[in-house]
């Protein structure tokens, strides 16, 4: 997690500064929200790549990963927390894993139990919205929030802009 600097001295004003680091588990429904990797769920952005003016914190890091990681590591990436807050949670997408067997011309007949659940996050066959699945604990919406919440209180105690804190993440297989 990044943050940029918005005072103090005028060297350093708009420089990018490690406000942390965020361990994020494996969800691959997060990761589909957050960079359209391996996942469903409509993605804020694709992967962008390491900022050009990433923190040098970030930059090690992330290199560090990679040279010990070899071949492993894809889809770096950030997000601010303003784009963060505009995603809509609410939207549904289609997601295909849901449909467990179609007939010989393509029409459902058979679906996974999430819908014999009535779960509140389910939409017509196939349709359900971001972190439905598991309802209301999903572990990808626990961690949404966190990375939020954590991004949160950055804004709040540098007292910044939604635009003036990033969350800069990769993957690695």
Not at 26 to 52: H, M, N, T
Request: net charge negative; proline share 4%.
């Amino acid at each position: 997690m990044e943050r940029r600097n918005n005072g103090g001295s005028a060297a350093w004003l708009g420089e990018w500064f490690c406000a942390g680091e965020l361990y994020v588990e494996r969800d691959y429904e997060l990761f589909s929200v957050l960079a359209g990797v391996r996942g469903d769920a409509p993605a804020i952005s694709q992967p962008r790549g390491v900022p050009k003016d990433a923190s040098s914190a970030f930059r090690g890091f992330a290199k560090q990963i990679s040279e010990e990681l070899p071949g492993a590591v894809h889809s770096h990436s950030w997000l601010t927390l303003a784009e963060l807050l505009a995603y809509d949670l609410g939207q549904e997408f289609y997601d295909d894993s849901l449909v467990t067997e179609r007939d010989a011309e393509g029409r459902i007949v058979d679906t996974t139990d999430a819908f014999n659940k009535n779960l509140p996050n389910s939409g017509p066959v196939g349709r359900r919205k971001v972190f439905s699945l598991g309802a209301p604990n999903h572990w990808g919406r626990e961690q949404w929030d966190m990375i939020i919440n954590e991004m949160k209180l950055v804004r709040d105690h540098w007292e910044l802009t939604n635009e003036d804190v990033r969350f800069c993440f990769f993957f690695y297989a």
